[in-house]
């Protein structure tokens, strides 16, 4: 159980295009959902949390306008980045709670999206 | 300021060798703590979490963890280290809100054959 899935694994894109990430809980509704970036040999940084229906919100330093959230629902999140330059690529992972009992302390994560911008 | 600290960058074991990961944090109240591994180019797997109860946790592929309230530390450890573990490990703590994870900036480990 518990399973959270991204899509797409990786991607390439042009500098200046916008790219959307999805992440979905498959098997348990997720109230609240948290996007990552990776970059090399670094540590996980908190970028947003989102809350299903709900604005999301950025942490410190974190562009609103550029990486765009969506929570439309319990088992889908969405990131957009626009305008995508190179120092936009990273690795971009989700993670999910759903805020029930003992698990609600604990994040389930997704695999990941390599993005590279071109 | 609140901190998660893992003091060592990277390890190297032989193989069969024991191991013992360091973390530790600076909060002002007792944390959910959590040890993640990642392997290249993939996401987190989950290895073992501590919420309350007994401080010596058991988690996945024979690692364990201890948390000690006086020390703020909650090191991650193994008897014997297989060449499949070789990885980055990062320790995570979260306050009761859930929505503080903090991780800590990884410890990557060698396996020597």
């Known amino acids: 159980g518990a399973v959270v899935s991204q899509h797409p694994s990786w991607v390439i894109c042009k500098s200046g295009t916008s790219v959307k990430i999805e992440c979905r809980s498959l098997?348990?509704?997720?109230?609240?959902m948290f996007w990552y970036r990776q970059f090399p040999k670094q540590s996980l940084m908190l970028m947003a949390t989102s809350n299903e229906g709900s604005k999301a919100t950025y942490e410190q330093g974190v562009e609103k306008d550029k990486f765009l959230i969506n929570h439309a629902s319990l088992t889908l999140s969405t990131l957009t980045v626009t305008s995508a330059h190179p120092e936009d690529s990273s690795f971009y992972i989700c993670s999910a709670s759903n805020l029930q009992g003992e698990s609600s302390y604990e994040q389930y994560f997704g695999p990941g999206t390599r993005l590279t911008v071109t | 300021a609140q901190s998660v600290t893992q003091p060592d960058i990277h390890i190297t074991v032989s193989e069969g060798a024991s191991l013992e990961l360091r973390c530790n944090y600076s909060?002002?109240?007792?944390?959910?703590l959590f040890w993640y591994v990642q392997s290249p180019g993939q996401g987190l797997q989950l290895l073992l979490k501590?919420?309350?109860?007994?401080?010596l946790v058991q988690g996945i592929k024979g690692f364990e963890a201890e948390f000690k309230r006086s020390q703020s530390s909650f090191n991650l450890r193994k008897p014997s280290v297989h060449w499949s573990d070789a990885a980055e490990y990062f320790c995570?703590?979260?306050?009761?809100?859930?929505?503080?994870?903090?991780f800590g900036a990884g410890t990557r480990l060698t396996v020597k054959p």
């Open positions: 909060y002002g109240a007792t944390p959910y």
């Open positions: 501590y919420f309350s109860g007994d401080t």
């Open positions: 098997d348990f509704q997720a109230t609240t």
């Open positions: 995570a703590v979260g306050l009761y809100n859930n929505n503080d994870m903090r």
